[in-house]
C-alpha cells in the first residue's frame, strides 16, 4: 500500500514564503505530483517530480528526494488567493499496467494580511 | 469536450435507494478515475479504467459499489443501497495515457447527499 504524509494545516503572511513538506512509502513510485484544491472546487494540477531536484514553474516550485521519500512544495511571494489546500499525490506503477495516483490529506494553507 | 464533465453536480437521495453519477473524459483521455472526497480530506482512491477495463479497482469500498465504462469513454459510477457514509463529493478525473507524465484532469464533481 502507501502512506503519504503532510502537514494538516498552516499559515502564512501576503508575500512571504512557505515551504509545505510531503513524506510517503510506497511500492513502484513513478511520481510525486502536486495540486491545489480551492474550496469547492476539483483539484487543479502544479507540479510533477519523477526525478530528483527542483522543478521551478513561476512562483511555485517542488523538491523530490526518492530515496528519503521526501518532498516540498515551496510557494513564493505568497498572494491572498494562494489560501487554498494543497495535496501531495504519488503515483505508482501497477503490475498489470498504468498507474496509481494516490492523495495525501492536503494542507490547508491560510495566507493573511 | 473541453473538460471533464460530471453529471448530476449535486444528488440528494434517501437512505437504500440506487444512485448512478456519470462522467464523460476529455475526448481521447484513454485514462479515467474515480475519487471520493469527504470534507476536509483528500481524494480517497475508487477505481481506475485503462481503455474499457478496470485495471485497479481496489478502492471500493465494499460490493454496493460497481463501475463501468463500456466504450472506453464514458463511465457510470452505481451505488446501490445507498447508506449516510456514502455521502460525498465523487470526483472523476482522466489522462491521456498510461505512460505520459500522468496529469490528472478533474471534473467538478458530483456532490452525493444520502439522508
Known amino acids: 500500500g502507501q502512506n503519504i504524509d503532510q502537514p494538516t494545516e498552516m499559515t502564512a503572511t501576503e508575500g512571504a514564503i512557505v515551504q509545505i513538506n510531503c513524506t510517503y512509502q510506497?511500492?513502484?513510485?513513478?511520481?510525486l505530483f502536486w495540486y491545489q484544491q480551492h474550496a469547492g472546487e476539483a483539484p487543479t494540477f502544479l507540479s510533477y517530480?519523477?526525478?530528483?531536484g527542483l522543478e521551478e514553474k513561476g512562483r511555485f516550485s517542488s523538491f523530490l528526494s526518492r530515496s528519503k521519500g521526501y518532498s516540498y512544495l515551496l510557494l513564493k511571494e505568497l498572494q491572498m488567493k494562494d489560501s487554498a489546500s494543497y495535496l501531495c499525490?504519488?503515483?505508482?506503477?501497477?503490475?498489470?499496467?498504468?498507474?496509481?495516483?494516490?492523495f495525501g490529506t492536503g494542507t490547508q494553507l491560510k495566507v493573511e494580511l | 469536450g473541453a473538460g471533464v464533465s460530471q453529471t448530476p453536480s449535486n444528488k440528494v437521495t434517501e437512505k437504500g435507494k440506487y444512485v448512478e453519477l456519470r462522467c464523460d473524459p476529455i475526448s481521447g483521455h484513454t485514462a479515467l478515475y474515480w475519487y471520493r472526497q469527504s470534507l476536509g480530506q483528500g481524494p480517497e482512491f475508487l477505481i481506475y479504467f485503462q481503455g474499457t477495463g478496470a485495471a485497479d479497482d481496489s478502492g471500493l469500498p465494499n460490493d454496493r459499489f460497481f463501475a463501468v465504462r463500456p466504450e472506453g469513454s464514458v463511465s457510470t459510477l452505481k451505488i446501490q443501497r445507498t447508506e449516510r457514509g456514502d455521502s460525498a463529493v465523487y470526483l472523476c478525473a482522466s489522462s491521456l495515457s498510461r505512460d505520459n507524465t500522468g496529469e490528472l484532469f478533474f471534473g467538478e464533481g458530483s456532490r452525493l447527499t444520502v439522508l
Open positions: 499525490a504519488v503515483r505508482a506503477r501497477l503490475t498489470g499496467g498504468g498507474n496509481k495516483l494516490t
Open positions: 517530480n519523477v526525478l530528483d
Open positions: 510506497t511500492s513502484g513510485f513513478n511520481g
